[in-house]
């Protein structure tokens, strides 16, 4: 059975869509520690970061810094920090959060609600100032 990260890739789940190219896809999370929150997903299903293959997991990488270089430059934050956790959804993939401090990528039990019209504004802002 396919993972919801495979579902929202294959166009059977709606995602707040920030970058995608022919392997990788970068979206908002929907329960975000803060603004801008995104979690940046190989389209190939693999349930461990470290199990890709090396040119797959290169290019998770650097799609990523593409990613979190949009995000700062939409987002006001000091840094995008990166982080991999997630043992509910059998997909590798990485968060990226901008902080303003290290507990706002640290303190993932404080979840923010925004509503869909502010999920599609922020989306569409940070994949304009991706390159």
Known sequence: MASIFSKIVNGEIPAYKVAEDEHYFAFLDIFPVVKGHTLVIPKKEVDYLFD??????????????????????????QKVGVMVLGLEVPHAHIHLVPMQTEADLLNFSKKQKFSPEEFQEIAKLIAANID
């Open 52 to 77: 890709l293959d090396d040119e797959l997991y290169t290019g998770l990488q650097l799609f990523a810094k593409k990613v979190a270089k949009g995000i700062q430059k939409t987002i006001p934050c």
